[in-house]
């Protein structure tokens, strides 16, 4: 992924042709979707086997953020709509962020909440829809 975004911001469009040609087979033969240029430096995809798969559809993804399987990040096809993620934001598995929302940094959701509202610093969310559990 990050050859990729490499030659998509360099203009290199042979480079990014292949290597988005290796993204996509990548992408669909382990069930993960992520757009180019969203993520931070950092990101870790655990537990992938079994899971489920991944797509982080969001606006901005911040350094060292964490996805566990089955997390699905995003809205319907709005690009306005899309989540925007601190740092060091971690998501149990099977957990949900939907719509226009902030989730700041430090952040840890539980597995399977659906975040639909904003969340401020240094908390641990969850539930359906999610609230607030503990302050870190």
Known sequence: MRY?????NCHHKIRFHLYNIRRQH???KLNIDIPLNVCGYGLRIRHLSGGGGILLNARKIGNYCSFNSGVL???KDDNSKKPILGERVSFGPSAKAFG?????DDVFVAPGAIVTKSVSKSQI???IPAKLLKNK
């Open 4 to 8: 990729c975004e490499y030659h998509y």
């Open 26 to 28: 990548l992408g669909l």
């Open 73 to 75: 990040l995003g809205n």
């Open 100 to 104: 226009d929302i902030v989730i700041e």
């Open 125 to 127: 969310v969850g539930g």
